[in-house]
C-alpha cells in the first residue's frame, strides 16, 4: 500500500526558497569586514600602547627626581650635622705636619667633628676627622679612624651625591670677608696646627639635572 503524499500549501513552497538564501548570507563576515576590523583594532591598540607608554615614562621620570632630591637632602642634612659638631681640635697628618682643626680649598674641606658614636665601645676618641671632596664627578665624603694619622692611616671614603660637575667652597671670616681658602695664612701656626674656626661656610654645587645650588651652613663654635 502506498503512503499518502504531504503537500505543503503553496505559499510555504514559496517561502522556503528564500529563508535558505536568507540563512546562507548571514553566515559570518566578509574577508573585507574583518579586514576593516583588524586595521581598526591595530590602530586603537597602538594609540592606548603610546599613551602607557607615556604614562610610565612619566613615572620614571618622577621616582628618578625624588631619589635625586632625596639623596641631595640627605648629603646636606650630613654635612649640616658635622659642621654642627666641630671640635677646636687640630690633629697631624701622615707626615707629621700640624693641621688645624678645620681647613679647606676652593673645591675641599677637611675638619675634625666630635659625637662619633662608639655603641661597640672601642678604645678610640669620640672625635673624628671628616673630609668632603670632588672625585671623578661625585661629591665623597671621608673620614679616618684616628685623629693623628700615621703613614698607613688610608681614609675611608663613602660617595654621596653623583652627577656633580663643580664644587665651590667659601669660607666667612670673622671680620666679615669671605676666603676662598682656610685659615687665611696669616691666622695659621703651621708649627702647631692652631687656627681660628670660620664664621660660616658656603657650599655651591653644580648638579647635571639641577645647574648651580648655593648653600649657606653656619659653623658652630
Known sequence: MNAP??????????????AAVSFCTNRGFTLLELLVAIAVFAVVAMLAYG?????????EDTA???ERLRTLQQTM??????LDQVAARGIRDEYGDGKPALHGGPDWIEFTRGGWSNPAEQPRSALQRVAYALRERRLIR???QVLDRAQDSAPFEAPLLPQVRALRLRFLSDGGE???????LA???LSTGEAPLPQAL?????LEQWGTLTRLFRVRQ
Request: glycine share 4%.
Open 5 to 18: 503524499r504531504i503537500k505543503l500549501p503553496a505559499a510555504s513552497r514559496a517561502q522556503t526558497p528564500a
Open 187 to 189: 691666622q695659621n701656626d
Open 64 to 66: 628618578a627626581g625624588a
Open 178 to 184: 669671605w676666603q676662598e681658602s682656610w685659615p687665611p
Open 51 to 59: 599613551g602607557l607608554a607615556t604614562v610610565l615614562d612619566a613615572r
Open 202 to 206: 658656603e657650599l655651591t654645587l653644580e
Open 142 to 144: 671621608a673620614h679616618w
Open 77 to 82: 642634612l650630613m654635612l649640616q650635622r658635622d
